[in-house]
């Protein structure tokens, strides 16, 4: 096996049109004993490819699990890694929570950031819209400007609907 996607929380600051993922509003985090459960079983399990294995944190808004989860969940999952199996972090994020301390962390660990975008502003802003109902373009593209700011160059996720069709 040489990914596990791994999702965080259900919750989420967007309310997308297209979301199939229930409970966006449910910003419960995933505790502790899970995520120490699903470590341990990804490496006594010898599934992980021992050149290599990559941890994708996605949907809902991973971001909303906040620094410290991160930073207990990276710490567990590199205790787990008895093997030291080199270990690729990625994050898929809609990229309106960066800040500076995200984009250290990002750094710091060498995490590869994916953010979901779909498009222009009048083509995004069509779907990815906040609980208010206001689209979510430019707080995307700040989130975008802070990574490329600290030398970060995120990949891009779009979602195709009719719309872009």
Known sequence: MRLAVIQPTSG????????????????????????????????????????????????????????DFYRYAFETIDRHNVERIPIQHSIQTNATLIDSDWCG????????????????EWLHDRHRRTWSGRGSFRATMRG???LRDHGIHPGALCVITRDHL
């Open 105 to 120: 962390f990002f750094l710091e660990h060498r995490v590869n950031v994916g953010v979901s975008v779909d498009g222009p």
């Open 144 to 146: 975008v400007e802070r």
């Open 12 to 67: 989420c600051n967007l309310d997308c049109r297209y979301c199939y993922v229930p409970h966006r509003r449910d910003t419960t985090i995933m505790s502790g004993r899970v995520l120490d459960a699903i470590a341990s079983q990804i490496f006594r399990s010898g599934l992980a490819h021992p050149s290599g294995f990559e941890i994708l944190w996605h949907c809902g808004e991973p971001l909303l699990a906040g620094l």
